[in-house]
């Protein structure tokens, strides 16, 4: 179907971000590249070409467009955060002014990838009155990581906190509720100093943290990326205590369980809560060639029963309730041999325990998986991730078909379950 739209370069860029968000790329493509060809002066629409291009795999061409688009509004905040998740997605971690490539030499220099990622977010979870951490000596001070982002910003930054600790005399981490019983056990901290988020919310009367003179710095959790990362070298090991000791290894790298079939735990479905273009869950018809991989059985890493044949543990309990946490979950990766998910928080706390999992990502990841290949096994030819050496990349082809994806694993499933001693 053709759509016809008056020549209006700002409707016709509004109408192409729409078209995306509901996948149909084509048309968004033809609508994206009329408005600027009518007005190639026209921010948003080379900030939605960018968009579009990083939907499709395109990676090089978003930044380039995300580019033209600062080059045009430098005080966009939208903007400004799209260019540095591309220069983040690249490995581009410095904090250098930089000009892309091609630009004319009066040409001001872009602000550094850290800069721009400051710029672009909005630190929903500081507290009024408190000074953010810019650096300062911390010694002698309380520290407050304030809340930011989704569970699995925490359970990967947590890598950072020991560093954190040994430079205050006192580190506090505010987490959502569910994450409370797994932070305090499991944090790499002196005594984990672990706020519930309803208790900063509403906080009980005559509670010193609720004062705003009890912190003398805080820091929003995705900022101690600004103050840390700068290369690849630099980025510490997963850190969350593990509960159970290790286990023998198989072929492939896989702890025995002590028992047959091999135990694999499933998350095929992720939250998008708040994405304009859902695209990280896997339909459950999709799944199906899962079931028929001999020498596995499936347990579920969803509060939710999505298909009969993933069979949940008992102990798993629906999210809504409150006897549910992240902690019942970590206790559940625990036993099993793998872990396969496309919910990275999910695959962040399997790996974050040096459990093997396998992560199945969207053709248009987020930038912590980088471009597709940086990251290699030599010895075997696998993608694996920076965070998480022992884990594996599974990547879709075509953002919206997950048949190949399904394929892969199902093969590379079947050599390990045959590994395993009946």
């Known amino acids: ?247 023998r290894v198989l072929p492939g790298g896989f702890m025995e369980a002590g028992e047959s079939p091999l135990r694999v735990g499933l998350c095929p479905c992720a939250q998008e809560n708040g994405v304009s273009r859902p695209h990280r869950s896997i339909p459950a018809l999709a799944l199906l060639p899962l079931r028929d991989v001999p020498g596995v059985e499936w347990i579920s890493l969803l509060p939710d029963k999505y298909t009969d044949w993933v069979r949940p543990m008992k102990w798993l309990k629906d999210p809504e309730e409150d006897t549910w946490d992240w902690e019942s979950t970590a206790q559940v990766i625990e036993r099993l041999d793998l872990v396969i998910s496309v919910d990275t928080a999910v695959a962040h706390l399997a790996g974050s325990l040096r459990k093997a999992t396998w992560l199945l990502l969207p053709l248009r990841s987020d930038w912590k998986y980088q471009l597709p290949g940086m990251y290699l096994d030599s010895d075997r030819g696998l993608e694996t991730s920076l965070w998480y050496p022992g884990m594996r990349l599974f990547r879709q082809r075509h953002p919206t078909d997950w048949s190949g994806v399904i394929q892969e694993v199902c093969a590379e499933l079947a050599k390990v379950a045959l590994t395993v001693p009946v």
């Open 1 to 247: 179907m053709t759509i016809s739209l008056p020549d209006d370069p700002a409707l016709l860029s509004n109408v192409g971000a729409v078209l995306r968000q509901r996948n149909d790329f084509s048309q968004a493509e033809a609508c994206l590249n009329r408005a600027l060809s009518l007005n190639l002066a026209l921010a948003e629409a080379w900030n939605n070409r960018g968009q579009l291009h990083e939907d499709l795999g395109e990676f090089a061409a978003a930044c380039t467009a995300y580019g033209n688009a600062y080059a045009l509004k430098p005080q966009n905040k939208t903007i400004a955060l799209s260019l540095a998740y591309a220069r983040m997605r690249a490995g581009e971690w410095s904090n250098d002014p930089w000009l892309p490539a091609g630009a004319p030499p009066e040409t001001a220099p872009f602000p550094g990838t850290w800069d721009l990622w400051e710029q672009g977010r909005d630190n929903y979870g500081t507290l009024p009155g408190i000074p953010i951490w810019q650096g300062e000596d911390l010694t002698g001070d309380r520290l407050l990581i304030a809340a930011e982002g989704g569970f699995g910003d925490y359970l990967w930054l947590s890598r950072y906190l020991p560093a954190l600790d040994a430079m205050a005399a006192i580190t506090y981490v505010a987490v959502p509720d569910s994450l409370v019983r797994l932070a305090r056990q499991r944090f790499p901290m002196r005594g984990p100093r672990i706020i519930p988020l309803s208790e900063l919310q509403t906080p009980p009367v005559g509670w010193g943290p609720a004062s705003a003179d009890f912190f003398d710095y805080q820091i929003p959790l995705l900022s101690i990326l600004t103050r840390f990362l700068r290369d690849p070298s630099s980025v510490p090991p997963a850190a969350l205590r593990t509960n159970l000791a290790p286990r």
